[in-house]
T-cell receptor
Framework: GAGVSQSPSNKVTEKGKDVELRCDPISGHTALYWYRQSLGQGLEFLIYFQGNSAPDKSGLPSDRFSAERTGGSVSTLTIQRTQQEDSAVYLC??????????????FGPGTRLTVT | DAKTTQPTSMDCAEGRAANLPCNHSTISGNEYVYWYRQIHSQGPQYIIHGLKNNETNEMASLIITEDRKSSTLILPHATLRDTAVYYCIVKAAGNKLTFGGGTRVLVKP
């Protein structure tokens, strides 16, 4: 079946502009995660959605970052007033359930964000 | 979540088995061992996970020591497409994946 998809694959924006990144999880997966990965670095957790529960936003680096998940499926990560340090690959992952924490996460290809 | 230690890099000959070690001496009883890999310019890919028993799937085998303080990921017949960074993660039910440096595996012809 279809995997996790993300759009756009690449985004170049000017400093100070807002950007929206989209994630379509695997159908039937109730848990959705956003991460980012700077060049040559490991994975940094941003936010986690599980079903209808309140999202875990503990990884968001500032209030310029927000995310929503509509209808328990598609998610949008919004970065307002982008800064150069926001440049990174933004990765979305989904899993069957986050409750037990035992299910593997399936990642999308990522969106490469470059802030100039 | 427990910390893991992996070698920075390793080379492997194509067609041979690749054995990737991971130390996790502070692992607790409810933590699983997960392995992911990341091929250049792609998103991470799940490989396998286990609690205390050895596990095998179509991609790899996972051998966990009896005391659970270390594990080995085995790629039985490495191919050039297995060149990637391999991450060993120990994680409980907190759900957050945190990748450390991983092991950069280069499969050579």
């Amino acid at each position: 079946g279809a995997g996790v998809s993300q759009s756009p694959s690449n985004k170049v924006t000017e400093k100070g502009k807002d950007v929206e990144l989209r994630c379509d999880p695997i159908s039937g997966h109730t848990a959705l995660y956003w991460y980012r990965q700077s060049l040559g670095q490991g994975l940094e957790f941003l936010i986690y959605f599980q079903g209808n529960s309140a999202p875990d936003k503990s990884g968001l680096p500032s209030d310029r970052f927000s995310a929503e998940r509509t209808g328990g499926s598609v998610s949008t990560l919004t970065i307002q007033r982008t800064q150069q340090e926001d440049s990174a690959v933004y990765l979305c992952a989904s899993s069957l359930s986050g409750i037990q924490g035992m299910y593997e996460q399936y990642f999308g290809p990522g969106t490469r964000l470059t802030v100039t | 979540d427990a910390k893991t230690t992996q070698p920075t890099s390793m080379d492997c000959a194509e067609g041979r088995a690749a054995n990737l070690p991971c130390n996790h001496s502070t692992i607790s009883g409810n933590e699983y061992v997960y392995w992911y890999r990341q091929i250049h310019s792609q998103g991470p890919q799940y490989i396998i996970h286990g609690l205390k028993n050895n596990e095998t799937n179509e991609m790899a085998s996972l051998i966990i020591t009896e005391d659970r303080k270390s594990s080995t990921l085995i790629l039985p017949h490495a191919t050039l497409r297995d060149t990637a960074v391999y991450y060993c993660i120990v994680k409980a039910a907190g759900n957050k994946l945190t990748f450390g440096g991983g092991t950069r595996v280069l499969v050579k012809p």
